[in-house]
Structure formats: structure tokens, C-alpha cells
């Protein structure tokens, strides 16, 4: 690991089952992004951190929630650090961080500052960006819904994509089981004992012949907690192009991770039909997901990327937003501050930052009489003010964007002094943009 990915970690992650009596908290993701996107605000990296005088380096950070003395604390977990990982690299765990290459980028996409800034896993990594479909369902299915879910696993392998579960028992691990069977690949993303999964029978094969990938947010030694079950669902939905739910209780995880994905519009939503009296899939359907109607045998996997039956969601959509953010290539990895332009205007120059852009595909084609043009994170910012159709406030905006609400208030003042923004009203003040000209 380099000193970059050491920091994150220290930062971001217990090093213990759960922490013990009087540990220091880990950064959240949220807390992690705001202070990530201060440090390259001043030009530096989590790696300075672990050098020269902290206090001196950090004296302008001022955050109620991360104080400094908390910072000092994780940061002093060095030789615990050194310990876990060892143990971890024994049983085959990598660790990734946002700034890796092989992070998947649909995580940073959807999630955006709220992806966690570390993944802990063990097998292919490559399969972390594999065009894949999500199968989720209760631990309880019946004997016709596990089978149904092993039919869809082949389905699926059979079209060249992979399965993405949460790995549990039931309809969870038969998906993932029925693509590897059949010669497909598969992505596990657990909730808990991801360091027991690695060495589990059940899995050495697929692990052994590169067509599993098992990752986790969550500490490798984790035990079961349904804080973490429910926290892990999104990454499912997250990393796959459309999910498939085969059973569903009127509660519990599957249909809290199933009520996210439609509140947040993630993907196109379908639902197995199922003889299970006490199933809720048909609510499920009721709140705005699809039934499946074609059998699992012959169910064409490319037909699922969009709703017909309900119209162009914006999940649907998402497709070609989540290409223009490709095209535009990404800001620094480890602040992710990515400003999708879907919809804008004119997205036709390479949007560049004034630091080195991480990774490939920045270019975007240009028009002919149109020469590349060089854009700041405040230009993008202005960019992203005209997608609004109505008055905004700071806040709102700050929340939308998943930026701090302090570098908006400045961004905003600075767009009004600049004509570029209007501003109405005081308490609370709204914005509506003026002119695209400052821009183009």
C-alpha cells in the first residue's frame, strides 16, 4: 500500500471487530469527503498527514463533527494499522481506496461523496466494473424461488454479464452460485465476515478461477449487524445496470434495499412473479417497480436496462449521464468530486481541472469550429447551476451537489459579483442563474 491509501485507512476504518470500549470513531463517508475536498482546496494529499507537525498543518480546519484531536487519534493507529493488514494479506484481502483505478466507477457516480472511501476484498478485482445485474431476495424464499433465482444466475452468465448479490443465504448466494456454475462471474458484496468468506469452500473455486470478486465496505472481520446489511444494499444496486427481485418480505432488508433503489431512481427495478402467499412483491410493484413477464429461462437480459411498461425513468436515463461523466474523466480520485454535466447546454469541450485529471477517457469529441477549452471546478460548478429550472437556496444546492455548504456560499457570492448568478431575497436568500457566458 502507498502512504495515500495508509492515511485513508487510519482515517476511515476500525482496525477491530467493531471497535473496542473507548475507540477512537472513524471518519463516516460523508466526514471523510468534506475533509478529503479541504485538503485538496489546499493543495495537499492525505499523505502529508503522516509527516511534519499535524497541529500546524490542520491549524485552519474547523469542524465541530471532526475535531482535531479526533484526526490525531486515528491517525496515531499506526501499529494497529501494520497488524490488521498483515493478517488481512495473509488470507488473500486486498484494500482499495477511491483513488485506485480498479474502484468501480458506478459507485462514484450514483453515490458520489457519499461512496465509501475504502473497499476491502478478496478475488478479481477487474470484475468490480464488469456490466452486471442485480438478483436479491429473502433468506427464506421457497424451494420455486431458489430455483427460479439459479435459472436467472444462468440467464445471466449466459449473457455475458455478471451477478451482483449481497452474497447471503438464499436467493442471494444461489444467483451467484448459478452464474458460477455455469461458467459465468459474479460480485459478492457482504455485510459482514468477509475474511471467513475468503477461505469458504462454498467460494474457493469461482475466487480461484478469477470469476469471483467478494468486497466489502465493512471491516473484514466483521460480524452480523443489520445496520450493515441495510447499509450494504446500495452498493448492490449500485454497481449493477438493472436488479431483479425474486422474493421480498414486507420488511427486512431486501425490501428496504429495494424502497431505496425506487426513491432514488438508481436503476430500472423488476420483480419475479412468485406463488409465495406471504411475499410483497407485488407492493413492491405498487410503488413503482415492473413485474418480470417473461420466464427466467427466457428472459432477454438487455430488455432490462430500461421500464417500458412505465416509461423512461431516470434510471433509465441515468445511462447516458453516467457516459458524459466518463467522457469528462474524473477530479482528483481521492476528493471525488465528480460534477456529472447530463443535460447541460453545450457538454462538448474536455473538462479538465486545474489539477491532473486521474485516469483515462477525458477527452469528449469536439465540434469542428470548436477549439478544447480548459475548465476549473467553479466553471463546472456554474455549469451544473443551469440544469436548475427554479430558484435555489445554498443549502439545497449544497445538498444536491454533495459539496461543502461553505465552498457554495462562496461559489455563489462569487457568481453574483460576477453577474453569472442571480440572487433574491435574504432570508433564506435564493439563486437562479443568469447567463451562460461567463462559461462558454
Known sequence: MNANTDAILLLTSH??????????????????????????????????????????????????????????????????????????????????????????????????????????????QDLLGASSIAVVGSRNASEQDLADAQVLGRRIASASHAVVSGGAKGVDETAMLGALGHGGTAIGILADSLLRAATSRKWRDGLLAGDLVLASPYHPEASFSAGNAMGRNKYVYCLSRAAIVVHSGSKGGTWAGAEENLKKAWVPLWIKPTQDPVAANALLVGKGASWLTATSESLDIASLYSAPDRGRTQAAAGTNDMRIAEDLGEFPAFVDLEVPLAGAAEPTTAAKSDVELVGSGAELAQEPDRAPQELTFYQLFLLKLHLHDQDFTATALAESLQLPKKLVDDWLSKAVAEGAVVQSGKRPAKYRPASMDLIR
Do not use: M
Not at 20 to 48: I, K, N
Not at 71 to 86: K, P, S, Y
Open 15 to 124: 482496525f477491530s471487530n467493531g471497535g473496542g470500549v473507548g475507540d477512537v470513531r472513524p471518519l463516516t463517508p460523508s466526514e471523510w469527503g468534506r475533509f478529503a475536498f479541504w485538503l485538496h482546496e489546499r493543495g495537499r494529499r492525505p499523505s502529508d498527514l503522516l509527516q511534519g507537525d499535524l497541529a500546524k498543518s490542520l491549524a485552519e480546519w474547523n469542524d465541530q463533527r471532526v475535531p482535531l484531536l479526533r484526526i490525531q487519534a486515528l491517525l496515531g493507529r499506526g501499529h494497529a494499522l501494520a497488524l490488521a493488514v498483515e493478517k488481512w494479506s495473509r488470507a488473500g484481502i486486498w484494500i482499495l481506496t477511491r483513488s485506485d483505478t480498479t474502484y468501480p466507477r458506478l459507485l462514484k457516480h450514483h453515490l458520489k461523496g457519499s461512496a465509501p472511501a475504502i473497499l476491502y476484498g478478496c478475488g478479481n
